[in-house]
């Protein structure tokens, strides 16, 4: 099982990124895939979930400014990110698993990360 994020930079406040994570070793159509951010001196953090149908979750800290998406014939996730702000800069990362219903953004719930990748904002 592998995945592979990419597509961080460095942007200015307001600007966009879409990160991609690649995955393989598994069938991607029967997981979900979330994207977690870490900043210095933070935790984790889950920012979004995508089941393995259409269904999609965020965190409220992104939420209407991050659109996550799949394509499984691609074996890749995204994670579009829009109206970024300097709150934003962390290392991103995908994982893969099958969190419970009320845990879909608790990074425990995932088994393989990819080995993310750095967005850094500034104002």
């Known amino acids: 099982v592998q995945l592979q994020a990419s597509g961080g930079g460095s942007v200015q406040a307001g600007g966009s990124l879409k990160l991609s994570c690649a995955t393989s070793g598994f069938r991607l159509v029967d997981y979900g895939i979330g994207w977690f951010r870490q900043a210095p001196g933070k935790e984790r953090e889950g920012i979004s979930h995508i089941r393995t149908g259409t269904g999609t979750y965020y965190a409220d800290s992104v939420k209407g400014r991050f659109t996550i998406s799949r394509d499984n014939a691609k074996r890749t996730v995204y994670l579009q990110m829009n109206s970024l702000k300097p709150e934003d800069t962390a290392v991103y990362y995908c994982?893969?698993?099958?969190?419970?219903?009320?845990?879909?953004?608790?990074?425990?719930?995932?088994?393989?990360w990819g080995q993310g990748t750095l967005v850094t904002v500034s104002s």
């Open positions: 994982a893969v698993g099958r969190p419970v219903a009320s845990a879909r953004l608790t990074p425990s719930m995932y088994h393989y």
